[in-house]
């Protein structure tokens, strides 16, 4: 069971390249979310997708695409990239409960753009 | 917009010594989560917290949700080098979109 899973790790681009972002979750939950975390900002969400074939921008979407292609995969995309994307992205899944939810993260693509 | 103000933004203590992270809102959340974060990695979940006054423990981490579920608190008590990272709070809407709104994070440094 490897949980939330990311690639990759690292990537340096040039402004104006594209690249893909891609998660990956082996729990089997519905919901899947896009974060990037930037210094003193917290995560920020860029978009999510509350089950299969559904998907919504969140607090910064501008720039990036998402597609989910099935319930476990949940892919990320930038198609001119800027150096205001350079940043921390990390994929997140959910798990509901009751009265409360709980996500989980993966570890993370660190992305540079010069 | 909901917003949550973490406080401080950075804690550098010595070994043994307690230290208290708040994490305060003006609005009402349904729940509320902590994570630690340690560098090159994703954020861990610690606790989440449901009702208001609730308190939960985790070894020498004490979590708190306030009474009117508006703010919380994570309290350290002898804190170690291990405990050195990243903390973030993250709320959950009542409007129930499975969304969390999250702090700035703290980040505490721990020196042996």
């Known amino acids: 069971n490897a949980g939330v899973t990311q690639t990759p790790k690292f990537q340096v681009l040039k402004t104006g390249q594209s690249m893909t972002l891609q998660c990956a979750q082996d729990m089997n939950h519905n919901s899947m979310y896009w974060y990037r975390q930037d210094p003193g900002m917290g995560l920020r969400l860029i978009y999510y997708?509350?089950?299969?074939?559904?998907?919504d921008k969140g607090e910064v979407p501008n720039g990036y695409n998402v597609s989910r292609l099935n319930k476990r995969e949940f892919s990320l995309r930038l198609e001119s990239a800027a150096p205001s994307q350079t940043s921390v992205y990390f994929c997140?899944?959910?798990?509901?409960?009751?009265?409360?939810?709980?996500?989980?993260f993966g570890p993370g693509t660190r992305l540079t753009v010069l | 917009t909901q917003l949550l103000e973490q406080s401080p933004q950075f804690l550098s203590i010595q070994e043994g010594e307690n230290l208290t992270v708040y994490c305060n809102s003006s609005?009402?959340?349904?729940?509320l989560q902590w994570y630690r974060q340690e560098p090159g990695e994703g954020p861990v979940l610690l606790v989440t917290?449901?009702?208001?006054?609730e308190v939960k423990k985790l070894k020498r981490l004490t979590f708190q949700f306030g009474d009117a579920r508006k703010d919380s608190s994570l309290h350290i008590t002898a804190a170690q080098p291990g405990d050195t990272g990243l903390y973030l709070c993250?709320?959950?809407?009542?409007?129930?979109?499975?969304?969390?709104?999250f702090g700035q994070g703290t980040t505490l440094q721990v020196k042996p």
């Open positions: 993250a709320g959950a809407p009542p409007s129930n979109t499975g969304k969390l709104i």
């Open positions: 997708s509350a089950s299969e074939g559904t998907t």
């Open positions: 917290v449901v009702t208001g006054g």
């Open positions: 609005s009402v959340f349904s729940s």
């Open positions: 997140a899944s959910r798990v509901a409960f009751d009265s409360y939810n709980e996500q989980f």
